[in-house]
């Protein structure tokens, strides 16, 4: 049973700049609705733990790194503003604030310090300590899946459970590849794939299925990431880490995204407008 998840939002935000200077790219706001179904706007990342509490979890684990205070502060109740809020006669701000503060209380939250970005890999080695010898889910912190009742979390948990994986991840098909980890395998089910190579970015790319940063692992992944070689920039890549468990002769699969369900990045501007178009979508269903 899946308790955990680990939340990388380490990263710099540089496609970004300037306003990620101060303002963590996980912080940035896109559409949603609230509690009471009325529009809203609120952080990727908080869509994101909402999701994963959809799923059913109730321990996580944010990794962040210096100039991320903000995500701190937002993940830290502070019901006198929601009384405050009530006293002005704003129920429904209220209403909604007090929602995600009772999600909060229910749940246990561990901050991991990753000092300088030094790759997605070594943010989840990081959280070792938080997993111990669970399964678990990592959920990147600028990266989400629109679907119904977070179908995209229970497919791949289906999946990882029923194919006996040592780790699964979701795939989309793209146009250009080059810019995301991408897979190749056999289909082993519909939709399902047993991965036999995963590369980041490859500059010949043996197929267009690329990795949305969605996993489930065992802890076995831990240990492939102890001894992956880090990249020239002094980066740790969790992609290296998970082919070294298809080098071990481990099952990893590979999970389509369904159809009516669209995935949201904000790494970069185009990413982060289309974002904004897709969340505000929502608001007119």
């Given at each position: 049973?899946?308790?955990?998840?680990?939340?990388?939002?380490?990263?710099?935000?540089?496609?970004?700049?300037?306003?990620?200077?101060e303002m963590?790219?996980?912080?940035l706001p896109?559409?949603?609705?609230d509690?009471?179904?009325?529009g809203?706007?609120k952080?990727?990342?908080?869509?994101?733990?909402?999701?994963?509490y959809?799923?059913?979890?109730?321990?996580?684990?944010?990794?962040?790194?210096?100039?991320?205070?903000?995500?701190?502060?937002?993940f830290?109740?502070?019901?006198?503003?929601?009384?405050m809020?009530?006293?002005?006669?704003?129920?429904?701000?209220?209403?909604?604030?007090?929602?995600?503060?009772?999600?909060?209380?229910?749940?246990?939250?561990?901050?991991?310090?990753?000092?300088?970005?030094?790759g997605?890999?070594?943010a989840?080695?990081?959280?070792?300590?938080?997993?111990?010898?669970e399964?678990?889910?990592?959920?990147?912190?600028?990266?989400?899946?629109?679907?119904?009742?977070a179908?995209?979390l229970?497919?791949l948990?289906?999946v990882?459970?029923?194919?006996?994986?040592?780790?699964?991840?979701?795939v989309?098909?793209?146009?250009?590849?080059?810019?995301?980890?991408?897979?190749?395998?056999?289909?082993?089910?519909d939709?399902?794939?047993?991965?036999n190579?995963?590369?980041?970015?490859?500059?010949?790319?043996?197929?267009?299925?690329?990795?949305?940063?969605?996993?489930?692992?065992?802890?076995t992944?831990f240990?492939?990431l102890?001894?992956?070689?880090?990249?020239?920039?002094?980066?740790?890549?969790?992609?290296?880490?998970?082919?070294?468990?298809?080098?071990?002769?481990?099952?990893?699969?590979?999970?389509?995204?369904?159809k009516?369900?669209?995935?949201?990045?904000?790494?970069?501007?185009?990413?982060?407008?289309?974002?904004?178009?897709?969340t505000y979508?929502?608001?007119r269903?």
């Amino acid at each position: 049973m899946i308790r955990k998840a680990i939340i990388p939002a380490a990263g710099l935000g540089t496609r970004l700049l300037p306003t990620t200077k101060e303002m963590p790219k996980e912080m940035l706001p896109v559409f949603d609705k609230d509690v009471n179904g009325q529009g809203c706007i609120k952080p990727l990342l908080q869509l994101v733990f909402e999701q994963l509490y959809q799923f059913g979890l109730r321990e996580f684990c944010f990794v962040v790194g210096r100039g991320k205070r903000a995500i701190e502060d937002h993940f830290t109740q502070d019901y006198g503003f929601v009384e405050m809020l009530k006293s002005h006669g704003r129920n429904d701000l209220a209403t909604s604030l007090e929602s995600f503060y009772q999600k909060l209380d229910n749940s246990a939250i561990t901050w991991v310090n990753q000092p300088e970005p030094m790759g997605f890999g070594d943010a989840v080695l990081r959280a070792e300590p938080f997993v111990g010898n669970e399964e678990f889910i990592v959920n990147a912190g600028d990266t989400s899946i629109l679907s119904e009742g977070a179908s995209h979390l229970k497919r791949l948990a289906r999946v990882y459970e029923e194919f006996s994986c040592d780790a699964a991840l979701i795939v989309h098909e793209v146009d250009d590849p080059r810019k995301y980890g991408v897979v190749s395998g056999t289909e082993v089910a519909d939709g399902v794939f047993k991965v036999n190579e995963i590369v980041e970015k490859p500059e010949k790319p043996a197929s267009n299925l690329a990795v949305i940063p969605i996993y489930v692992f065992h802890p076995t992944i831990f240990k492939a990431l102890e001894v992956t070689k880090k990249s020239k920039g002094g980066e740790r890549q969790l992609t290296d880490g998970i082919q070294n468990l298809v080098n071990w002769g481990l099952k990893v699969c590979a999970v389509k995204s369904g159809k009516d369900e669209i995935d949201i990045d904000i790494g970069g501007p185009d990413t982060y407008w289309r974002a904004l178009e897709e969340t505000y979508k929502i608001l007119r269903l």
